[in-house]
């Protein structure tokens, strides 16, 4: 049986991020700061995990997504660092690796309460898909946002580029993705991909506010709008090819343009 709403849910532990339970809200920061908090593979399958896991979390009515330390997220972790998983040893295990960055910005977007991205410092590549795959998103001014695959030698994958397509337009996507310039918040804001920019001394009050209106809120007609939202968008995204998203991102990485992301390779 689902446990009573006087029964609080344990909080998990992980060990790329950190969670914080503030009665029906929950913080989630992710929490590697030494790095600016870049992905690593363990982090893509936490964050998969932990979004997931709120399928059944009745307490939870909202969910912050921020970052500790000096930025939310720098992208990915180009040292190479894949966490404590040994390297993949067979090619379909590559190809499920490869899949990673979409399935965790999936269950960020299909969690079944709202999320509100808490954006400061940089949000770059995979850190920026994290926060658009969010339903809020809330800036500081100086946040500076980035797409920078393509000078990388690499498509923007993780289900993003239809994801920046829906939030900001065709337009301002192709922008974005293929010039890979450096956005500043108020430019962001204008673009559609933020619904707040404020003062840095003012981004925890102003997200607290909107996570404790959205909480206050009548449950089930939240829930069910969540649910309205998720229907629409896949209507607009008939014909979704993202599944294929791993295999052009691990095809890319091959080529020698690529400056690398992950060691998504077997050790031969």
Request: net charge negative; aromatic share 6%; hydrophobic share 40%.
């Amino acid at each position: 049986m689902p446990p009573s709403s006087s029964t609080p849910t344990a909080t998990p532990s992980f060990s790329t991020l950190e969670v914080e339970r503030d009665g029906p809200i929950l913080r989630v920061w992710l929490s590697r700061p030494e790095r600016l908090n870049a992905i690593d593979t363990t982090m893509l399958r936490e964050i998969g995990d932990l979004f997931g896991s709120l399928e059944t979390d009745w307490e939870t009515r909202v969910v912050v997504l921020g970052g500790r330390g000096r930025s939310f997220c720098a992208g990915a972790d180009r040292k190479g660092t894949t966490g404590t998983a040994p390297p993949p040893s067979s090619d379909r295990e590559i190809r499920w690796n490869a899949q990673l960055g979409r399935r965790a910005c999936r269950a960020i977007e299909e969690c079944e309460v709202p999320v509100i991205a808490r954006l400061h410092g940089h949000a770059i590549g995979g850190g920026a898909c994290f926060a658009m795959a969010c339903d809020f998103r809330i800036a500081a001014r100086e946040t500076v946002f980035q797409i920078p695959e393509v000078d990388l030698g690499i498509p923007l994958t993780w289900g993003a580029t239809p994801r920046l397509i829906q939030e900001m337009g065709a337009a301002r996507a192709r922008e974005l993705i293929l010039l890979c310039d450096s956005v500043d918040a108020s430019q962001a804001a204008e673009w559609g991909m933020l619904h707040r920019v404020v003062a840095a001394d003012s981004l925890d009050p102003t997200v607290d506010e909107m996570a404790k209106r959205i909480a206050a809120k009548p449950e089930m007609a939240v829930y069910m709008t969540r649910t309205q939202l998720r229907a629409y968008a896949r209507m607009a995204s008939l014909g979704d090819v993202t599944e294929t998203d791993g295999d052009l991102l691990s095809g890319a990485l091959r080529s020698p343009s690529a400056k690398g992301l992950f060691a998504l390779k077997r050790d031969d």
